[in-house]
């Protein structure tokens, strides 16, 4: 017998026992209303484990191909987690793993087109109301081996994204629900879209990043870039990194920004959150603007010369040497810190 099975009937009979065994706690009409939604909570958990055992069937799809002579990838899957890892081989392999119910999965299947040189590599049926109604726990992965990328497209339905080791000119990755985790990155431009979902990226080296995500944290270690775009509308944001140009907005969360230096324009905003930038370095040639509705500025750091300052219209104005790079900061209820 399968655990999900065995599970499933230790739990039945344990929604049995409270609707027999214990008739006296459900005396009062309180006691009957609490005791009944225990029961249905057991049956609603019971028919999860039923349908997970029942109606699924393991799914293994492998397929290899060359990838000497493409210079793009897409990817795109619908209710499927995406892992793309670093190969040994000198050839690319695809796995699609995992459960599928048998409403989809006469339509499961790995498709890809490398006639081009654009590698294109598509999971899931096109019949979106037919998959929202499929039960199925799938993961693509993909085995590149090590080569530089012209450009990677990955395009994902409601599914974890994780990339490891990619190289590419251009990296661009959408997701409508699931995180996005990516290491060991190295592009000119990297560009994650999250609607719903979390975005993590650690060890990345490129010219220009964007993040944006409307439900969700944004977390980047030991970046390397010469301009950060990022916008998060519920959401924190925690970056650290090296030197670099800032452009971000936080709607509903805090920004914590840990850098060596600010080298181009940049503009920080949040609504209801607060910003604490932290430069490690000593900033040579740095304009601060910040203006406050219901919030507070504070500068705390050597060599910082105050030109203007209002604390009841909450702004302040300064620089740092002959402050030749502008930071303008603006925050409706959440304070600011430069430290």
Partial sequence: MKKSTLRGLILILVGISLLFYFPNLVATSRSYIWWLLSAILIGLITLA??????????????????????????????NTNIEIRKSLSSTATVQLIGKSSHLSSDELDISFDDTTETITISTGSNNYLRSFFSFSFLKLIID??????????????SGNITMNNCQATNIQVKSISGNVIATHMDSSQLSVDVLSGNIKLDDINNTLTSLHTKSGNIKAARLQTNNLQFAAVSGNVHISGGSMGIDGDAKSGNIKLLLDQIIHHSTLSAKSGNIMLSLLSPSQHLAVDYAGRSGIGKVHKDGFIVRHKNDHRNEIRGLFGNGTTSLIVQTSSGNFTLQ
Avoid: C, G, M
């Avoid at 109606?55 to 060359?66: A, G, I």
């Avoid at 590149?144 to 339905?157: G, N, Q, Y």
């Fill in 49 to 78: 484990y039923f349908l997970k055992s029942s109606l699924t069937h393991p799914v293994l799809v492998e397929k290899h191909f060359n990838s000497d002579a493409a210079q793009s990838l897409v990817i795109e899957s619908i």
């Fill in 144 to 157: 590149l081996p090590e080569k530089h990328w012209s450009s990677v497209r990955i395009k994902a339905t």
